[in-house]
């Protein structure tokens, strides 16, 4: 195109856009600038060689993590209650498998990763925010992500009640450690008990400036609930998203409360956009109300170097 013919279409478009300065948001596509992994996707090959897993998403070309507990910080209980369910996973790695906490942070800087957020226990971030402040500032990351709420806490209305104001006070905890809080949904808490869904208790109840929330749209989706309903019914609240997609839609044989039930259903999860998730419309809505951190997560899931970059590479093409 020469010069003034150049100039002349953008000088038009220009005029376009101060007109019509909502046709530039109409037309305009986001992408995702930066995609994570949840490290619960390959934790057989970090307990392995944590260095070869961090050099294998990197390559896939991943730029943020979200690692998961029991660390060395963490209380014994938590620990524990990891060991008891590790038999049924087929690995016992966590946290930083086995690395001391330099050797982590070496191993990512030179593999140009960042962790962004890391997923602990209820009780270990009541009694230890500190030490998971220190580990934050060696670290970088900004959220702490409670992946579960104890199962004994959430039998009840009024359990759910005295959780929203746990999760206030652990929030405000996180903020005085330089921290955000988050709370990742199960499948849990979305339908009604008594007339009320408990995760809409948990949003009324909880400070929106000291508890945000982490969408997995596979356990919403099985626990009967519509992401995209909950993405515009709390905006603002969500900061992070699992994603992972769905062979077929299912639900859970039970209430979705249970360990148990959730590893029942990890057969039926598969690569973003191979399943029948609308993943696409989910992230757009998400992006559009507050979310920053997306985190591919397909749980423990066989040929992480294949399924693992088929995600990457579904996702990185977006158009949203």
């Known amino acids: 195109m020469k010069r003034r013919r150049f100039v002349k279409n953008a000088s038009v ?17 986001k992408s995702l600038n930066t995609i994570g992994v949840q490290l619960f996707s390959l934790p057989k090959l970090l307990e392995k060689d944590f260095n070869a897993g961090i050099k294998l998403i990197a390559e896939i070309g991943y730029k943020e993590i979200e690692m998961f507990g029991p660390f060395p910080f963490s209380v014994d209980t938590a620990k ?36 962004t957020s890391v997923h602990s226990d209820m009780e270990t971030m009541q009694a230890r925010m500190d030490e998971i402040g220190k580990a934050g500032d060696q670290l970088g990351f900004e959220y702490i ?32 450690a330089g921290l955000k809080f988050a709370y990742h949904n199960h499948g849990y808490g979305l339908n009604e008990i008594d007339g009320q869904i408990p995760l809409k208790i948990i949003f009324d109840q909880t400070d929106p400036n000291l508890v945000f929330f982490e969408m997995d749209i596979y356990w919403t989706v099985a626990g009967g609930a519509d992401p995209i309903d909950y993405l515009r019914s709390y905006p603002g609240r969500y900061h992070l998203m699992h994603i992972k997609d769905m062979k077929k839609k299912i639900r859970f044989s039970g209430d979705g409360s249970r360990p148990s039930q959730w590893i029942e259903l990890f057969p039926y999860m598969t690569s973003a956009g191979e399943g029948v998730l609308d993943i696409p ?7 559009k109300n507050g979310v920053r951190h997306f985190y591919v997560e397909q749980d423990m899931v066989e040929n992480p170097e294949v399924a693992l970059e088929k995600s990457f590479d579904y996702l990185k093409t977006l158009e949203l």
């Open 80 to 115: 524990e209650r990891w060991d008891s369910i590790t038999p049924a996973l087929g690995f016992s790695g966590s946290g930083y498998f086995g690395h001391t906490l330099q050797d982590i942070k070496t191993i990512l800087e030179e593999h140009k990763v960042k962790v």
């Open 13 to 29: 478009a220009a005029t376009a856009l101060s007109l019509f300065p909502g046709l530039a948001s109409s037309c305009a596509t």
């Open 145 to 176: 992500g409670l992946p579960a709420i104890p199962e004994e806490k959430r039998k009840t209305l009024d359990d759910y009640k005295r959780v929203a104001e746990e999760l206030n006070e652990i929030g405000e905890k996180a903020k005085k």
């Open 281 to 287: 419309s989910i992230i757009s809505v998400g992006q």
